[in-house]
């Protein structure tokens, strides 16, 4: 099986806080990429820019990106984010998700988050 990996910002205080507090959890089954980090090289078919707009899940098959990814890595981190993903996956409550979290993105792009 092909390494899941996640791409997440470093730079990112909020991002980063999240992951640190779950990486015991996601590692060894994530492998957890920077990419904020200066010897960071996209994926072929990305750019460092678009990565920087939402967060990447590979998952060996495809390439998750926003909530979707959240989503994946919170199921893999387990206890009371698996039962947060699986909320998060109603359909009327993944709409509202999915829009808060483009929204945050947005945001956070123009230098008002992190």
Do not use: K
Not at 4 to 24: A, N, T, V
Not at 70 to 97: D, E, K, N, T
């Amino acid at each position: 099986m092909t390494q899941q990996r996640l791409f997440y910002d470093g730079s990112c205080g909020l991002c980063r806080r999240e992951i640190e507090h779950l990486r015991g959890r996601l590692e060894p089954n994530l492998e957890l990429v920077d990419i904020s980090a200066p010897a960071f090289e996209p994926p072929a078919g990305y750019t460092l820019a678009a990565m920087m707009e939402r967060i990447h899940l590979d998952d060996g098959e495809r390439m998750h990106v926003g909530l979707p990814a959240s989503l994946v890595y919170w199921r893999l981190a387990g206890g009371g984010f698996r039962l947060l993903a699986a909320v998060m996956r109603l359909p009327g409550i993944y709409a509202l998700a999915n829009r808060a979290y483009n929204a945050w993105a947005a945001w956070r792009l123009r230098g008002r988050a992190c």
